[in-house]
Nanobody, 115 residues
């Protein structure tokens, strides 16, 4: 059974930093692509960053140069390091693992950036 548990969200001022964690069970993250998404109130859930099994990464244009996705294979955990945070980064952040037939999501962690 796949389980994703996010942590690390919180309230931070503009320009601050946070690191989100996604602890995975039921899958081996190094064998799969893992993603971070975010959803602001009243908006759709959008991809923020993805790390592929080979280690390559992709980012949404809005976070390039500020966010970094990484993983610790020994801990089976994916991270999202967020720097230079802006009020528009405020959202619930979700960890994602997808197969051809199903998307798996964590419960989400709230990130609030105050101006």
């Amino acid at each position: 059974q796949v389980q994703l548990v996010e942590s690390g969200g919180g309230l931070v001022q503009t320009g601050g930093s946070l690191r989100l964690s996604c602890a995975a069970s039921g899958i081996i993250i190094s064998n799969n692509a893992m993603g971070w998404y975010r959803q602001a109130p009243g908006k759709q859930r959008d991809l923020v960053a993805r790390i592929f099994s080979g280690g390559s990464t992709t980012y949404a244009d809005s976070v390039k140069g500020r966010f970094a996705i990484s993983r610790d294979n020994a801990k089976n955990t994916v991270y999202l390091q967020m720097k230079s945070l802006k009020p528009e980064d405020t959202a619930v952040y979700f960890c994602n693992f997808a197969t051809w037939t199903r998307n798996y999501w964590g419960q989400g962690t709230q990130v609030t950036v105050s101006s």
